[in-house]
T-cell receptor
Framework: DTAVSQTPKYLVTQMGNDKSIKCEQN?????MYWYKQDSKKFLKIMFS???????INETVPNRFSPKSPDKAHLNLHINSLELGDSAVYFC??????????????FGQGTRLTVV | AQSVTQLDSHVSVSEGTPVLLRCNYS??????LFWYVQHPNKGLQLLLK??????LVKGINGFEAEFKKSETSFHLTKPSAHMSDAAEYFC????????????FGSGTRLSIRP
């Protein structure tokens, strides 16, 4: 029973296309994230939502638009894909208390290749 | 602001010898610290975590880490390396702020020689 699931696992598409990656967590967590991992394995946060509210929006092109229909889902839509968008995208979730930060649970990643 | 530095981008050890992966952090408040492992073409798995309880933390697969506030370090160790330990390891820091982030180090690739 997968805790954080992303679809699709692989995505190959042409430049200029629009694509979406879906993420769902069944852990009951309040906070969800999108991370981008580049070819050097560096992981950088893109967005974070808490109870469907955007709380972190890093310096990401506005071609990237997250959407959280409910606290169990955080989807990532990318418009006008560029070669530089090729990366592995990870969704994650966590449940945080008062000044206690728990671990994040990660999905298996979506490998996006733009050709 | 918080940050985390992994001091080695690549560590290579022989099977059966000890492993040391170094991590230093910077944090304005008491942080929570984590180590994650990523096997090739896989997702991220939590190895262990420190959240202001015991400073010596034991994790899965025989790994452990010690939180040293005076040195701002959270190094990962294992007494005896196994071939299956070959992977990318990430040190992670979190701290309280109005918009909390999970900050990853740049990763350390661990290779195991037969």
């Amino acid at each position: 029973d997968t805790a954080v699931s992303q679809t699709p696992k692989y995505l190959v598409t042409q430049m200029g296309n629009d694509k979406s990656i879906k993420c769902e967590q069944n852990l009951g967590h309040d906070t969800m994230y999108w991370y981008k991992q580049d070819s050097k394995k560096f992981l950088k946060i893109m967005f974070s939502y808490n109870n469907k509210e955007l709380i972190i929006n890093e310096t990401v092109p506005n071609r990237f638009s997250p959407k959280s229909p409910d606290k169990a889902h955080l989807n990532l839509h990318i418009n006008s894909l560029e070669l530089g968008d090729s990366a592995v995208y990870f969704c994650a979730s966590s449940q945080d208390g008062d000044r206690v930060w728990t671990e994040a649970f990660f999905g298996q990643g979506t490998r996006l290749t733009v050709v | 602001a918080q940050s985390v530095t992994q001091l080695d981008s690549h560590v290579s050890v022989s099977e059966g010898t000890p492993v040391l992966l170094r991590c230093n952090y910077s944090s304005s408040y008491s942080p929570s610290l984590f180590w994650y492992v990523q096997h090739p073409n896989k997702g991220l798995q939590l190895l262990l975590k420190y959240t202001s309880a015991a400073t010596l933390v034991k994790g899965i697969n025989g790994f452990e880490a010690e939180f040293k506030k005076s040195e701002t370090s959270f190094h990962l160790t294992k007494p005896s390396a196994h071939m299956s330990d070959a992977a990318e390891y990430f040190c992670v820091v979190r701290q309280y702020s109005s918009a909390s982030k999970i900050i990853f180090g740049s990763g350390t690739r661990l290779s195991i020689r037969p």
